[in-house]
């Protein structure tokens, strides 16, 4: 059970107890059963984003104060000034690993420091040798040195400089696949931190961070380096990367939470339903294939297996992800994460005709959201049936706008659609009131 | 043990860090004092946009050599760029090699593109750092030299094998660097 919940809980049961609401044996049979709060160095958020911030500033100061007479200094002086920062960093972190191995914001600030430190230290000597500025290189290189950090010092924050360096690293590598592919291997050496992360505390900022950035990397880079030979693909390479999230975001914790804190739910949530309505516009489905960034230029049949591959594993996932959740009887999930399977099968339908995948879309979309209304009222869930509402009201809109009709049924369209909002709100409010 | 694990593993990871920009310094400064020096004309990328913060942008004025050889070369691939010394003393490619020449200076790089009988390189060099505040006294000046048709700038470079390092710019016969100076 959620610590904030335990720790509430704990925090309520002596009232109870007083209030004869439950006995005293009841209150010691929860105790022993839910077992005592851990806290396993557990980390002050604050802490460590100032530290971090501190340290930050103290590392670009030291810089600063250095470059100001930099002409001054002789060459050789210079490149080893520029070590400096990251021998610092060094030894502030071997400082904590030694006599503060518990801290969790002083093992994450000053490995975000070391890892800065390192990035600064080849920078200023590239500069100081006129080293050809070959950026992508500057960046693997720094990215591998970092990456030991993630895992030696359990911090999350070099886990996120490392993610978006390789993502960014993929991005200069996007017109020679063969290298950019190679992002995929890099990004899943951290994916035993994220799971660690995950399982440290599921509502912390931590894991949020981490999983935020891996979400948005991972469709960076797939942009970059999938589907480049397989013209259109991305139908069904996208929906099924924001199906993976999805269903990873609604894995194994079913407790109430924001948005934020369950950050896959949320972008997995939000990306299916903009590809599914971009997918009920015609214009889509017709210039499937000039949407393509592939590249015309000669690609080694290496380059292109491991996109295949990559491709095929992430589209299988998903997929095999849908069936574990309508086996779990998750129906409600599961047909949210259907828009991969049915983006397949328009995919090869589409090379007969536009209009069938178009009819599949429309479908799915007003189906989607009916199911989710419909389920909002039997779950009394508010926020199930006001999604579903403006699913349905923007697919409806948007049809109205696609088709030649007249200003005023257009207009009361919107009104009805405004109407069926607050009748439908209206209803669940009065049936909430009578359950009372 | 958990701890002397860890603390082992951040050591060699430590290890790695100072090794990097460590063998950096060293490749470079070793091309420094024992490299041949070579003189190479360059061109100002654009006269009125060389000068991008903190470095003045170079280009080679002959940045291509000549390639009459009709094997195929991909772009990217890379390739020993071989020079020879004009009558003039300025170092100009003279040929390219697919493998790694066995004796002469030459320059290890890549092939940007080929055109004609041309292939042009992707030269390692392409800027020249300066201190913040001398970058606009230094720009004015180049910019005279190119307005009055003097484009006599030029660059020391120290080549050993196959590495190249820039170890001075000179515009009009000074280093820039002085030039800024008594402006």
Known sequence: MNKVFLRWLYQELPGLVEKDVLSQEAADKIRQFYGEVKNPGRMNVGLVIFGTIGAFLIGLGIILLFAHNWDQL??????????????????????????????????????????????????????????????????????????????????????????????????????????????????????????????????????????????????????????????????????????????????????????????????????????????????????????????????????????????????????????????????????????????????????????????????????????????????????????????????????????????????????????????????????????? | MKIKLIIGLFLFVCLAQIITPLSMIANRELVLKRGTQYKFKVAPVDPYDAFRGRYVALRFEEDYCLYTNRDKLNSGQQVYALINVDERGFAKFSGLAMNRPEKGPYIKTRLNYISGDKAYLDIPIDRYYMEEGAAPRAEKIYQQHSRGGKEDAYAIIRIKDGLAVIESLYVAGDKIEDLVKKE
């Open chain 1, 74 to 436: 002789p060459r050789l002086s210079r490149a080893v000034l520029s070590l400096s920062p990251l021998i610092i960093g060094q030894i502030l972190a071997l400082w904590v690993l030694l006599k503060k191995p518990q801290s969790g914001a002083l093992k994450e600030s000053t490995a975000t420091f070391l890892s800065l430190a390192v990035g600064a230290a080849i920078a200023l000597i590239s500069q100081t040798y006129n080293i050809h500025g070959d950026a992508a290189t500057f960046i693997l290189t720094w990215m591998l040195l970092i990456l030991p950090l993630v895992y030696i010092m359990q911090a999350s924050l070099p886990a996120v400089i490392y993610l978006i360096g390789i993502t960014a690293w993929a991005g200069s590598n996007w017109d020679s696949p063969a290298r950019a592919v190679i992002f995929w291997p890099l990004a899943a050496i951290i994916v035993p931190h994220l799971i660690w992360a995950l399982r440290q505390e599921i509502y912390a900022l931590r894991a949020a961070i981490v999983s935020l950035v891996m979400a948005v990397c991972v469709l960076f880079a797939a942009s970059f380096s999938l589907g480049r030979n397989w013209p259109g693909l991305w139908v069904v390479i996208f929906p099924s990367i924001f199906a993976v999230i999805y269903f990873t975001g609604n894995w194994k914790f079913n407790q109430i939470t924001t948005n934020w804190q369950k950050p896959l739910r949320f972008i997995g949530g939000m990306g299916l339903f903009v590809l599914v309505f971009q997918f009920t516009f015609k214009y889509c489905w017709q210039y499937l294939g000039s949407y393509s960034y592939g590249i015309n230029r000669d690609i080694s049949f290496i380059g292109l297996l491991a996109d295949y591959i990559i491709t095929l594993a992430i589209i299988a996932t998903a997929v095999l992800l849908f069936y574990d959740n309508l086996k779990r009887k998750n129906n409600l999930v599961a047909f949210f994460g259907a828009a991969p399977l049915l983006a397949i099968v328009a995919y090869f339908l589409n090379m007969q005709s536009t209009f069938l995948p178009l009819l599949i879309f429309n479908l799915y979309l007003f189906v989607l959201s009916l199911s989710r209304i419909v389920a909002g009222f039997r779950l009394n869930n508010q926020s199930l049936l006001n999604t579903g509402m403006l699913m349905l009201s923007v697919l409806i809109i948007a049809r109205f706008f696609d088709s030649d009709i007249s200003f005023i049924i257009k207009g009361l369209v919107f009104i009805i659609v405004g109407i069926g909002f607050l009748m439908a709100n209206l209803v669940y409010t009065r049936r909430l009131g009578g359950v009372k």
